[in-house]
């Protein structure tokens, strides 16, 4: 394979090429974990539509269902469960931070003015408010997981 | 529709969520211990308040809409052709209405269901 047959297959990478440490920087790290948590987000949503359906009774059920919740609350209102809701919460909360710093950068709102590349040619468009912003959106994911931690083990000891 | 149209779907589907997410998680550990919040009585007066219970459903669409439009984003990113880009919408659109209409069965059934 000559070296533009490599060029063509290194950027062919598609999405294993997210998985590359090679070359990453802040920025695209947050765009490896906003597609890797927006995917995990959905998984649970789609799982969280099954738990909730057993209010009802289940797939089969016709109606509001005590026997089917308690069902539910048996296998899930644990340690175990609570844990996974607090990851919930932390990736929740880091996706959507980020996705409004992404909004914000595709309206061209956080952008700083593009000018003439010099030494030490680093984009000056970019600026560095998309890193704070990174590093805010980590900041409140933080937060809010220590808060869903405190709410879901209060009383459980 | 247009590629452009559906990025600015994502986005306003982003938008809406956040503030929906946001109000769902406030209901479950802010105005009322989780304990509390999860139980089936208070489940059932919120399915049955019919403002809640459009809440619920507009977060339901709302959420699933904009998850299953980014999974389309990163599998179109994914690989590029005519077929597998028309297998991936097609699949998004079944993939929203199944889930949609799943969870919608849940709410309509917590309303008017005879248990």
Known sequence: MGSEGLEAAKNKRGIWGWLNPAHMNLERWAYVFQRVTGVAILLYVLGHLGDTSFFVGGPTGSGPSPSGWDFIGRIFENSFGHLILVIVVLVLFFHGMNGIRLILAEFGLIFKKPGAIEYPYRSKSLGSGQKYLIWVGIAVAILAAMWAFLVLFEGMG | ?115
């Open chain 2, 1 to 115: 529709m247009k590629e452009s149209r559906l990025m600015l779907l994502q986005y306003a589907t982003a938008i809406v969520a956040v503030v929906l997410v946001s109000v769902h998680l406030i209901m479950q550990g802010v105005i009322l211990p989780y304990t509390k919040a999860i139980s089936f009585s208070n489940i059932l007066s919120i399915y049955q308040n019919g403002f809640y219970a459009v809440f619920l459903e507009a977060l339901l669409v709302v959420v699933l809409v904009h998850g299953f439009n980014g999974v389309r984003i990163i599998l179109h990113e994914w690989r590029q052709s005519a077929p597998w880009s028309r297998w991936v919408d097609i699949g998004t659109i079944l993939a929203i209405v199944a889930s949609v209409g799943y969870g919608t069965r849940t709410v309509v059934l917590a309303i008017f269901g005879g248990g």
